[in-house]
């Protein structure tokens, strides 16, 4: 099973950018799919966006509309790494940030679908 650590979380202000990383080891992640979940205070934990894998050079992403066209998902296979670049980001994106390592290597927003957790990191918004 692999190990994954979320880092690059903080506090900014509204409009700021920042951009989270998700190192993995334990399992080369090449061929499964990824995704980060976030979970507000008081809040189930809901999806953000997925990455599939369908090929060494061919990926599929997919996002929530609450952040489509503000955050971006990418991999980096050689360094077994995970990024999600976040833009224009506003108060309600505060939450506890999690990527996560899928079953399979179809892009899902299911919980379930995925079986890797990392422990979180922790991004504040504020206005």
């Known amino acids: 099973q692999a190990q994954l650590v979320e880092s690059g979380g903080g506090s900014v202000q509204a409009g700021d950018s920042l951009r989270l990383s998700c190192a993995a080891s334990?399992?080369?992640?090449?061929?499964?799919?990824m995704g980060w979940f976030r979970q507000a205070p008081g809040k189930d934990r809901e999806f953000v966006g997925g990455?599939?894998?369908?090929?060494?050079?061919?990926?599929?992403?997919t996002y929530a509309d609450s952040v489509k066209g503000r955050f971006t998902l990418s991999r980096d296979n050689a360094k077994n790494t995970l990024y999600l670049q976040m833009n224009r980001l506003k108060p309600e994106d505060t939450a506890v940030y999690y990527c996560?390592?899928?079953?399979?290597?179809?892009?899902?927003?299911?919980?379930?679908?995925?079986?890797?957790w990392g422990q979180g990191t922790q991004v504040t918004i504020s206005s």
């Open positions: 996560a390592v899928g079953k399979g290597s179809a892009a899902s927003s299911r919980e379930a679908d995925f079986g890797s």
């Open positions: 334990g399992r080369t992640l090449g061929a499964y799919a």
């Open positions: 990455i599939s894998w369908t090929g060494p050079f061919t990926y599929y992403v």
